[in-house]
Structure formats: C-alpha cells, structure tokens
C-alpha cells in the first residue's frame, strides 16, 4: 500500500480523455504532479484545466513517450480510442496503441521502477456468456468482429501487462473498466449515454439499436476514480473489475434519459449492430475485498450531472450537433 501525493510523479497517458481527464483531477487534487500525454485523436485540451503541477505534453504514444527522463513513481495507461464508431474510424490506431504503444509505457514504467496501471475494459469478455462477469471469466470474442481491434488489442496488453510482471516484476495493476460516463464526454462520442443526451436535448428521436433490450451497467466517472486511485495505491494486481451493478436495458436508459431532460424526443429504433454484446454486469466482489470498493452514485444523480454539463456546453455554442 503506497499513497501518493504531494512530490510523487505520475505519468497518465490518454490523459484528455474522460476517464484520464477526471483522473488527472483526482491526482493533482491529491498533491501530485502529474504529466498528461495524449495525441487528441479523441480526447480534447478543453477536459485539462491549467495547473501548476499539470504537464500537457502532445504526443502519439506508439511513437515513443518525449516526456523527460526524470523517474515516474506511476504510470497509468489510459490511452486509447474506446467508442464502437472509433472501432469503426480508427481500428489500426487502435490496435497500435494498446500493443506498441502499451509495450513503450511498460518499458517505461520498468526502466523508472514505477507503479503500472492498465486501463482494460469489460470488453475483454466479448459478449459474456457468464453473467455478471468475474474476474475468472475468459471472454466470449470474435477474434476479426467489427469490435475485435479493441477486444483483442486491450486483450493483448493484459497479456503484455501479465508478461512483464510475470518475467520482469514490474509492479502492475490491471483494471476492466464497465461503462463509464460523466461531464467531458465528446457528444458525437457514439456511445449511448452521449448520444441519447444530445438527442434529447436537440429534441431528435433517441437511436435505439435494436429493441433495446441489450443490458449494461452504467458508471459515474467519479465512482470509477474513486476506484482506480484504490487500486493504484492498494499494491493488488488485480485484474480488478470496476463499475456498478445498475443494470439497465437501452429502453430503460432511453425512458430516464427522455425524463430527465424533460424531452418530447420520441425513440426511433434502428439496426443493432454485430457482435454487440447482449448482458454487462461486473461482479464486484474482488474490488470491494481487495480494494474497499463500493460505487456511491446512483445512475439517476450521475445522469443528471451529465446532462447539465451537456446542456451548459450546448449553451455555450461548444455543441453545435446532436
Ligand atoms: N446503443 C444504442 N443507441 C445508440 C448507441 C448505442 O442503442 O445510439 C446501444 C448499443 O447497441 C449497445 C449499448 O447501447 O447495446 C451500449 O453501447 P455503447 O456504444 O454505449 O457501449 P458498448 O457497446 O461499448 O458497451
């Protein structure tokens, strides 16, 4: 167990994501200083708030990491497009940063003798056919799916992640992140939560793929956080599950969404697409036994959150399409 703060170094990449942008938050609220990498492909500048001990440093981490040679006490990997349209759009820079790019920050991360952190994904275990999922469940995936460059890229790193703690001892931690969601996240994202917010409050019919009765579990981003900073200092190396267990269908996420906003949208469905996995619920038992973990925020507050930060954006003539 080693806490940080004030004088640790830590290094996020794909820190102007959702997720890395509300982490690198939580560190610097923390004392840390923190350098934040990421190319922007899909992450944005305005998620990161000027600092005094935040560095920005623009750069494509399968290219090699230019961020000085003084050590790093923790390297937290969050770098990498993770939307089914980015499956779409960007598979090979997909599938390049969570393997090269992985094994740069690994080498890093070994040669600095710090703390690693996988972002993984519940996307490991494909469409489940274990329902919840743990931890000692290995996946139902399509190897060459529309969904494979994620899947089997965020699959390699754990085995990369796997092989240099296994073979180097490096000190490493992996964690399957379940569906996250929060302020900061990119309307044209391509996700449902993003995509039925903007929907709504553009007063567009919500695209429901399929009958929306496809389940997953939705996380507030501050929940999920929480959760990576008591894996970071807990010393576990998991791999750990992080989300909720607030199972909703696409239908019921549609009904709240439309509620919430007060939105005379009507919900239009559409084609799903394949390979989407039908059930996502994590089990939580290994988070809450090693780490204390325990989700504070129920999905009607995180959307409402959510919502407000989509509409205050919208006001503000930063989200021009729905
Ligand atoms: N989905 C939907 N309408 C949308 C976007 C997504 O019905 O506009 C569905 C999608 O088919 C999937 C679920 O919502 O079953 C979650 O999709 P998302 O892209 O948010 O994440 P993931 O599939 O990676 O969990």
């Known amino acids: 167990m080693t806490t940080y703060g004030t004088g640790s170094r830590i290094l996020v990449t794909g820190g102007a994501g959702l997720v890395g942008s509300h982490l690198v938050d939580a560190l ?19 998620n990161l708030e000027s600092h005094e001990r935040l560095t920005v440093v623009e750069a ?31 598979p090979v820079e997909i599938l390049r940063v969570d393997s090269v790019g992985t094994l740069h920050v690994l ?19 494909g469409d489940p056919l274990v329902h919840p999922q743990p931890e000692s469940y290995w996946g139902n995936v399509n190897p060459i799916g529309i ?16 092989a240099y703690h296994r073979h180097k001892g490096l000190d490493a931690a992996i964690v399957r992140i379940f569906n996250t969601y929060g302020p900061r996240m990119r309307p044209d994202d391509g996700r449902v939560i993003p995509n039925f917010i903007s929907q709504a409050l553009a007063g567009e019919p919500l695209t429901v793929y399929g009958d929306g009765s496809q389940t997953r579990s939705l996380c507030y981003v501050d929940d999920l956080v929480n959760g990576l900073v ?50 996502r619920r994590p089990d939580l038992t290994a988070a809450r036994t090693l780490l204390g973990y325990e989700p504070q925020v129920h999905y009607e507050a995180g959307l409402k959150a959510t919502i407000d930060d989509f509409a205050a954006r919208r006001a503000a003539g930063e989200l021009t399409s729905a």
Do not use: Q, W
């Not at 080498?107 to 996307?123: H, I, K, P, Q, V």
């Open 107 to 125: 080498d890093r991360a070994l040669a600095d003798g710090a703390r690693f952190l996988m972002a993984s994904t519940s996307e490991v275990y």
């Open 60 to 90: 494509d981490v399968t290219e090699g990491l230019p961020v000085g040679d003084e050590p790093f006490d923790a390297v937290l990997h969050f770098a990498c497009p993770a939307s089914p349209v980015d499956f779409e759009t960007l």
């Open 147 to 162: 969904r494979s460059c994620y899947d089997e890229a965020k699959r390699f790193s754990e085995a990369a992640v796997a």
């Open 230 to 279: 008591l894996l970071l200092e807990s010393g576990e190396y998991g791999p750990v599950n992080l989300g909720t267990e607030y199972e909703l269908t696409v239908g019921e996420m549609a009904e709240v969404i439309l509620r919430l906003t007060g939105s005379p949208s009507k919900v239009e469905y559409t084609d799903r697409p394949s390979d989407d996995p039908e059930r």
């Open 28 to 46: 610097l609220a923390k004392g840390c200083d923190v350098t934040a990498v990421d190319n922007f492909s899909t992450g944005s500048r305005a």
